[in-house]
């Protein structure tokens, strides 16, 4: 959405935030005003509140995220300490506000207010604040950030969180297209989750950026194919990966399968394993037998082969890498946050320090 359309919508989102608030009404609306001493404001709304009026100053962006919000903090100061006067109220506005901005503008005292009903407007007449249960995911950014494709990009930073990489050298990595990359690159910066030097990106919030994608994130998009196995897990796991092996097919074991190479603690009463292609042939070969429900193995078809990115061999089995491993366990009923969080402090932070 353009800021544009952002702001031709805030009055009327502006009306519905103060319907409850006891003779509150908006007397004047101006756009992109031009203050006496060359500040510009998005708007200015003038509104009136148990008789006494009030002028709120919009910023307005096209995105929520923290950096763009941090533009704004630094404009609204301009223009609140300018011509406008200190008595107007000052609010960022956007399609949608992230919990990071949100949390960012309060301690900066600035008010906020979306498209999708978020807002906090803490001036002297009026305290008026709302949170959506959800927001659409289109105005979360979701399906640019955290799609099969894209996902793909953010899996390499994890993989890699200590290097700086050129747009080039990741798209490369990640098998996308440089455009897509730099579109992803373009949000990460505005979520604040790298950072961008001569020397390339960095991720610089990995663990944000990992509980961000795992929530996003369901290994169900994957085909699931369930099977039972006479033999133990460990050795349908082995006999799995020796067929896939010999016959260059891609696998890595995840979910419990993957944890219990990480930690001698996991129990588990079933195996999952990614095989990128000929499940009926590895199922005949390995003695699987297809069933409806109460299996013992799961073969997972992957929805894209992204998962593969960071792929590790552990004691001659390979295993899924521990970011991808963490979001597929948090995908996992019962058990799988646990683990998750097992693979987080055993493995993933280390390597982030």
């Known amino acids: 959405m353009k800021e ?12 519905k935030a103060l319907q ?19 500040m510009r404001a998005d708007l200015l709304i003038r509104v009136q509140i148990l008789g006494r009026q009030r002028t709120l100053v919009f910023d307005v962006k096209a995105s929520g995220q923290p950096k763009p919000a941090r533009d704004s903090i630094a404009q609204l100061a301009r223009i609140t300490l300018g011509s406008v006067g200190r008595e107007a109220y000052p609010v960022f506005a956007a399609p949608y506000v ?16 979306d498209l999708a009903g978020n807002c906090r407007l803490a001036f002297r007449d009026a305290y008026v604040e709302k949170t959506c249960a ?23 930073l994890l993989n890699e969180p200590k290097r700086d990489w050129q747009v080039q050298q990741l798209a490369k990595a990640a098998e996308v297209s440089i455009g897509l990359t730099s579109r992803i690159k373009t949000e ?15 991720l610089v919030q990995p663990e944000t950026a990992l509980r961000a ?8 998009q994957n085909r699931l194919f369930e099977y039972y196995s006479p033999d133990t897990l460990g050795d349908a796991e082995t006999a799995i990966a020796e067929w896939c092996r010999e016959s260059g097919i891609k696998y890595a074991l995840t979910g419990f399968s993957g944890a219990r190479l990480s930690s001698p603690r996991v129990r588990y009463n079933r195996a999952t394993i990614y095989v990128q292609s000929k499940i009926d042939s590895v199922a005949m070969n390995t003695r699987l037998k297809p069933v409806d429900s109460g299996g013992n193995v799961v073969l997972l078809k992957p929805f894209d082969d992204g998962v593969f990115e960071g792929v590790e061999t552990r004691y001659g089995l390979q295993t899924v890498s521990p970011a991808q491993l963490y979001a597929d366990l948090r995908s996992i009923a019962g058990r799988g946050d646990e683990a998750a969080e097992e693979i987080l402090e055993r493995e993933l932070r280390p390597s982030w320090q």
């Open 4 to 15: 544009a359309e952002v702001i031709e919508r805030i009055p009327e989102a502006l009306a």
């Open 20 to 38: 409850d608030v006891p003779l509150a009404k908006i007397d004047d609306i101006a756009r992109e005003v031009t203050t006496g001493d060359g």
């Open 98 to 113: 992230s919990d990071a901005t949100a949390a960012l503008l309060k301690d900066s005292e600035i008010g906020y207010l």
């Open 134 to 156: 959800s927001a659409p995911k289109e105005r979360r950014g979701e399906p640019s950030l955290f799609s099969p494709k894209a996902s793909r990009v953010l899996r390499v």
């Open 188 to 202: 990460l910066v505005e979520r604040e989750w790298v950072t961008v030097a001569a020397s390339g990106v960095r």
């Open 213 to 220: 994608w795992a929530e996003a994130y369901d290994y169900r």
